[in-house]
C-alpha cells in the first residue's frame, strides 16, 4: 500500500507538538506534546525524548512508521539546508550552537524514516499551500504576527530559501527609519512595532505621552498585553481601535514593498495578532493599495490563515514531509 | 551539427541593438542597430524592420537561422509569461497598450525561430548569471542604476517573475518616507534618490538650500547630470563626493532590507550610475552591513558588472534564449 501520511513537528520554546497528518491535512489524532524546556542545554536527550514521542504519536494514530513518508520539522532557526537548527534563543538546548538536529533525529528514530525541517514561518507558508488559505498559490507571501513577525515567501511554489537557507526574515526589514529598538538589536524592524509585543509597546508609548482617556489605563502598563487591545478595541475604545489602524498601516506598507519585490497574488496572514482581523485589515489594505506601484493596485488579496489554529503549526511542518 | 548560437535583442527608446552571441558569451560581430523611434504607434511596422535586421544580423555573423536556438529580447516593461510589451512610456509603439511582441516577432521572422523576453533588468540578471559577475551564483539581486533603477531577482537559479510577471521592481520600494516624488507617482521610491536623474535631483537641492562652495556651481544647475557630479568628485570636490556618500548609504540600506527578503550571496550592480564604482562602493558597503541583520553582516557581496558594457544589455537578452 501506497504511503499516505506525513509526520508534523512544532518545536516551540516550552512544549513541541506532535501529529500525524493525512494528505487533505486532517490530524489521525490528538496531538502528542512533550516539554521542549526539561532537557537543558542537552539536545541529545530532548531528540531521544521527541524521537520516543514520535513513534508514540504514530502508534496512537493506528499507523507503523511503514505507513509514514516522512517527518517534517517546524523550529525556530531551523535551515532547511544544512538541517541544522541553530542560535534559536528560546531553545536552552540551541541557544549557543547549532544542533545537526535532522541528523540526530534520524537516527534516534533508527527506524529508516527521514526528517525535513525548515523555520516555523515557512513551514507556516507550506502549510497553508498545502492545506490552507495559499492552495493553488504558486506565489505569495507568508506573515506571522505572534510575539515576533516572522515570514515565508513562496515564489512559484516554492519556499524562498536564498543562499544560507535564511531568506524571508521580512520582520526586520526596516519600518521606521531610526525608530524603536528591536530585539535583534537594530532599530525601526516591523517586528519591533507588528508584532504582539510590539503592539503592546506602542500602546505603552500612547498612554505614557498622551492624557487620552482609555480602557487601557485601568491595567497595568507592565502587564499590557495585545489581547487587552484587543478587548478594548472590541468595547469600543477609541485609543485601542487607533492602536490598529496604526499597527495595520506599519503592515499595509511594509507589504507594498514586499509586492515590489515577488509580486505575489496574496499576503496570507497568521499567529495570534492576525486574530484582531476585523480592526486590522481595513486599514492594512488601504495602506497596501495607497502605497503599492500602480500595477499592482486592488490585484493584491490579504488573506487570513484557514487552518485549525491549534494544530497549524504541525500541519505546516507535516505539510514538508510530502516532499520526502 | 547542434546549434550553438543565440540572438539577443536590446530594445531601448532610441535605438533597438542585434547581436548573434556564442556560448561564452561572446558576440560574433558588431551589433546590428535600428531606430525604435521612427515608427510612431506602428508596432507592426517597427518588428517587421526588427525581424528583417535580426536576419541581417545573422547573416552578417556568418550564420543561418538553423545556427540559432532563439531569440532573447530584453525590453522595457517586457512580460515574460505573455510575450508581450505592455505600457512602456518610452516605446511610442508600445507606449498606450499592450504589444503581443513575442508572437508577432515569431511570425514576422517567419523562419520558426522562437522568441522569449523579459524586461531589460531582468535580461541584465540573466546575462550575469550565464557570462558575467553572477556567474556560478543561484542566489542574487541585480540592480540597474540608470536613468532610473531596475532590478532583477534571482533565487535558485531562476528569475523571479512573480504571479504577473511583473516582480522585481526594487527601484520602487521606499526609501524616505513621504519624500521626494518618483516618475511612479508615488514619493520617496528609491529610483527617485538612487538613479543618474536621482543623484542629479539631490544636487540640484543641496546647491539651492546651502552655501557650501563646488564645483558644480559652475554649472547650469537645469542641465546637471550625474556624469558632472562624478568628474567633480573626481577633482576632489566635497560637495560631489558626499552626494556619492549619501546616495550610497541609501543604496546600502535599501540592500540591507533586500537581503532579509532573498538572502542572497551577492548583490550586482550594473548601468551608468554604477560607473562611479570608486564613490558608491564604500558608503553602500558600509551602510548595507550597518542595516543588515547581524546573520548576514559581512557575509554578502557587492559586485559589479563584468560584461562589455556597450553590449552588456544584447547579452543579457541574448542569455535568455539558451533556455528556449
Known amino acids: 500500500m501506497a504511503k499516505e501520511y506525513v509526520v508534523g513537528v512544532d518545536v516551540g520554546g516550552q512544549t513541541t507538538k506532535i501529529g500525524v497528518v493525512n494528505a487533505k491535512g486532517d490530524m489521525l489524532a ?3 506534546i512533550i516539554r521542549s524546556d526539561t532537557y537543558g542545554a ?20 493506528g499507523k507503523t512508521p511503514e ?5 517534517g520539522v517546524g523550529a525556530p532557526n531551523g535551515n532547511y539546508y544544512t538541517g541544522e537548527v541553530a542560535f534559536a534563543p528560546n531553545l536552552e538546548w540551541a541557544a549557543n550552537g547549532s544542533v545537526p538536529f535532522a541528523k540526530m533525529l534520524e537516527e534516534a528514530l533508527g527506524c529508516g524514516l527521514r526528517v525535513t525541517l525548515t523555520n516555523d514561518a515557512n513551514a507556516a507558508a507550506v502549510g497553508e499551500m498545502t492545506y490552507g488559505a495559499a492552495k493553488g498559490m504558486k506565489d505569495f507571501i507568508m506573515i506571522t504576527l505572534g510575539t515576533g513577525v516572522g ?16 531568506a524571508g526574515e521580512l520582520g526586520h ?13 537594530r532599530k525601526g524592524c516591523l517586528e519591533a512595532y507588528c508584532s504582539a509585543v510590539g503592539i503592546a509597546r506602542t500602546a505603552r508609548e500612547w498612554l505614557e505621552c498622551t492624557d487620552e482617556p482609555s480602557l487601557l489605563r485601568l491595567l497595568d502598563p507592565e502587564k499590557l498585553a495585545s489581547k487587552d487591545i484587543y478587548d478594548a478595541a472590541k468595547r469600543g475604545d477609541r485609543m485601542a481601535l487607533r492602536l490598529f489602524d496604526y499597527t495595520g498601516t ?11 519585490f515577488s509580486a505575489p497574488q496574496a499576503i496570507v496572514l497568521f499567529g495570534g495578532l492576525a486574530r484582531a482581523r476585523e480592526f486590522l485589515y481595513e486599514p492594512m489594505l488601504k495602506a497596501m493599495n495607497e502605497n503599492v506601484l500602480n500595477i499592482w493596485k486592488d490585484k493584491v488579496k490579504i488573506v487570513f490563515s ?16 510530502w516532499e520526502l
Open 30 to 32: 490528538d496531538a502528542t
Open 42 to 61: 542537552d539536545a541529545g536527550a530532548y531528540i531521544k525524548a521527541l524521537a520516543a514521542a514520535i513513534k508514540e504519536s504514530i502508534a496512537v494514530s
Open 67 to 71: 505507513d509514514i513518508i516522512g517527518i
Open 151 to 166: 515570514s515565508g515567501i513562496v515564489v512559484d511554489g516554492k519556499v524562498v530559501y536564498g543562499h544560507d537557507g535564511f
Open 173 to 185: 526589514v526596516n519600518v521606521v527609519r531610526g525608530g524603536r529598538a528591536c530585539g535583534c538589536g
Open 250 to 260: 506599519l503592515l499595509g506598507r511594509s507589504f507594498a514593498d514586499y509586492i515590489a
Open 306 to 321: 484557514s487552518l485549525p489554529e491549534s494544530d497549524a503549526a504541525i500541519l505546516g511542518a507535516s505539510a514538508l514531509a
